[in-house]
């Protein structure tokens, strides 16, 4: 069971990105599914969470407004499109996937998660 995190990079303030998490198992059309990040000496917080079928999703009070999750279950695929970048968004952002069918913001409901890709905002 496997999950692959990418799409992180350099940019800007202001500028967009689009992570991607590629899940290796169809299971996870059942689970929902999140982003994390965590920043350097910080604890791993919650970014945006998905339900089993996209139906429902919930945001950090952060990056409301700027960040959108979507999945692709076809595709076995999650993704998180980052809009108007901040350097305090700079942090290493990390899919997971939730025990049950929904999505929640606390970190101990997940089971599996991926490696995880660097974001890094300049300003």
């Known amino acids: 069971v496997q999950l692959q995190a990418s799409g992180g990079g350099l940019v800007q303030a202001g500028g967009s990105l689009r992570l991607s998490c590629a899940a290796s198992r169809r299971m996870f059309n059942n689970n929902g599914m999140a982003w994390f990040r965590q920043a350097p000496e910080k604890e791993r917080e919650f970014v945006a969470g998905?339900?089993?079928?996209?139906?429902?999703?919930t945001y950090a009070d952060s990056v409301k407004g700027r960040f959108a999750i979507s999945r692709e279950n076809a595709k076995n695929a999650l993704y998180l499109q980052m809009n108007s970048l901040k350097p305090e968004d700079t942090a290493v952002y990390f899919c997971?996937?939730?025990?049950?069918?929904?999505?929640?913001?606390?970190?101990?409901?997940?089971?599996?998660w991926g490696q995880g890709t660097q974001v890094t905002v300049s300003s």
């Open positions: 997971a996937a939730n025990m049950g069918a929904l999505a929640s913001g606390n970190k101990g409901t997940y089971r599996y």
């Open positions: 998905i339900s089993w079928n996209g139906g429902s999703t």
